[in-house]
């Protein structure tokens, strides 16, 4: 083989990799468990570089082997779907059987990594992947109680790192888990939404009533402002030590009415494009508010 055709097929097999990881999201997810982390550690001097890589290595190693077994489990309805139709198992560029080995490296790696952090964390990291591969990819096509399945392992990456930290789970990171487990809703919802029929295609109904009706835009604003309740939990002075000063909670109050203003634009006009600007203002909301969080408890 020839160095440049090397050089191709290397790059196939990255991309390929990126892929069925999805390493766009698996990156969003790494952050949020690094978010939690460093709100779980008491000051900066507590700070484990190598506790932090292996957390950053074990939880995109978590989210890429449940892209992964999704993708084998899927793989004809991707196929289906435009979106989704040129993945790696679903356009033949990877065998199934490839894909799951990738899958099972990647879930040794990942438990093993979180295991040695502390054993909770490899338990939560291990909960995730079975609910999101065992339960909530076979219900997709089942019933829309699918996004409310798929809200637990998605919420469990801002708790993770809390976790990872303080190697204990009391109140604040269940607070941190309600936090991230009612923004998936008004996340999801939009993209259910936009991707409509693209989803029926395949058989898939995302949104809570299966359909883009009155029903469903009033859901999403109703836990768009549950996502705002919870957010501002740590201001009240019940959440243990996850507590953010008043200003904190007013610049998370204002993000909360960011996306709540979008959540009606969607209610008002019920478009494509109007579930698209919801969804790209969820990923900003759940980002910039983990950054005021860190921010808060490090500049007070």
Same mark, same amino acid.
């Given at each position: 083989m020839s160095a440049t055709a090397s050089i191709l097929s290397f790059k196939q097999i990255a991309f390929d990799f990126k892929e069925i990881t999805k390493a766009g999201l698996a990156v969003s997810v790494v952050f949020s468990s690094i978010a939690g982390y460093l709100l779980g550690v008491e000051d900066f001097q507590d700070l484990k570089m190598i506790t932090l890589l292996m957390l950053a290595v074990g939880g995109y190693c978590m989210v890429g082997a449940s892209n992964a077994f999704n993708q084998v489990i899927e793989k004809d309805l991707d196929a289906l779907m435009d979106r989704t139709k040129n993945r790696p198992v679903a356009s033949g560029r990877m065998s199934p059987n490839h894909a799951l080995f990738v899958a099972s490296l990647l879930t040794i790696i990942g438990l093993i990594l979180l295991y040695l952090i502390n054993p909770k964390s490899a338990m939560f990291g291990a909960i995730s992947i079975f609910l999101y591969t065992s339960i909530y990819t076979p219900l997709k096509t089942v019933t829309p109680l699918s996004v409310f399945v798929g809200a637990f392992p998605g919420a469990i990456p801002f708790m993770l790192g809390w976790v990872a930290?303080?190697?204990?789970?009391?109140?604040?990171?269940g607070t941190l888990f309600l936090i991230q487990f009612f923004w998936q809703f008004p996340h999801f919802w939009a993209i259910g939404w936009f991707l409509y029929d693209d989803y029926k295609k395949a058989g898939f109904f995302m949104l809570p009533t299966g359909k883009k009706d009155t029903s469903t835009a009033l859901q999403t604003i109703l836990y768009s402002v549950w996502l705002l309740v919870a957010s501002l939990l740590p201001s009240i002075g019940y959440t243990g030590r996850l507590f953010i000063s008043p200003v904190a909670a007013g610049i998370v109050f204002l993000l909360g009415i960011w996306m709540i203003f979008y959540a009606v634009k969607l209610y008002q006009? +019920? =478009?494509?494009?109007?579930? +698209? =600007?919801?969804?790209?203002?969820?990923?900003?909301y759940i980002t910039l508010l983990q950054i005021v969080y860190i921010t808060d408890k490090f500049l007070r």
């Open positions: 930290a303080t190697d204990h789970f009391g109140i604040e990171a006009l +019920r =478009t494509a494009k109007a579930a +698209r =600007t919801l969804m790209l203002v969820s990923v900003s």
